[in-house]
């Protein structure tokens, strides 16, 4: 079977690469390189730091190649390594604040249907988030880590990154309903 066949080469690249051919390493990156700069670029606003922190992030893939045990999927893997590579960046390039106020009621956030926006334009209104809520809204929302996942990676309490997501969800609505309007000219 086909499938196979490629799980098979993919570990044999992999395999490869573990032994340092830099051609295994050259074929892994290109293969995974355009869906890993998407993951750095949800976290970087700016597209020459994603592709920096996807630079970065690829060197520690192959200067930690020797840990990936077969166990699981490769991809992931490497997406572990992009998101956190882009989190470090996040940390030394600027202070990330989360708001800590606690919020005792979580009303639901009925978000409209996001059918009517393309990938970019979704993702300048991510963008528009405070650094703290798009953080936490990408890491549960798009990466589906647990809120205690996002605390123990974030150095938070698990009650902030609920917070922080319940804040980044209404802030979103509010920003989709605005674009909406604005988009139909219904200001």
């Given at each position: 079977m086909k499938l196979i066949k490629l799980h098979k080469d993919l570990e044999q690249i992999i395999q490869d690469a573990q032994r340092h051919n830099q051609k295994a390493q050259y074929r892994l990156y290109r293969k995974f390189a355009p869906k890993m700069l998407s993951a750095c670029r949800l976290y970087i606003s700016d597209l020459h730091?994603?592709?920096e922190v996807m630079s970065t992030?690829?060197?520690?893939v192959f200067?930690?190649?020797?840990?990936?045990?077969?166990?699981?999927?490769?991809?992931?893997?490497?997406?572990?390594?992009?998101?956190?590579?882009?989190?470090?960046?996040l940390r030394q390039q600027k202070h990330i604040e989360f708001s800590t106020d606690v919020?005792?009621?979580?009303e639901v956030i009925d978000m409209p249907s996001?059918?009517?926006?393309?990938?970019?334009e979704l993702q300048e209104i991510i963008d528009e988030l405070?650094?703290?809520?798009?953080?936490?809204?990408?890491?549960?929302v798009i990466e589906d880590y647990t809120?205690?996942?996002?605390?123990?990676?974030?150095?938070?309490?698990?009650?902030t990154s609920r917070s922080q997501l319940f804040k980044a969800r209404r802030l979103l609505k509010t920003k989709l309903e605005t674009h909406r309007s604005s988009s139909h000219g219904q200001v």
């Open positions: 730091h994603a592709q992030g690829f060197v520690k200067k930690n190649l020797h840990r990936f045990e077969n166990k699981g999927s490769f991809e992931g893997w490497v997406r572990r390594i992009m998101v956190t590579t882009a989190i470090d960046f919020i005792e009621h979580y996001l059918t009517e926006w393309s990938v970019e405070p650094e703290g809520y798009k953080l936490v809204f990408t890491m549960h809120h205690k996942a996002i605390a123990e990676t974030l150095n938070i309490t698990e009650a």
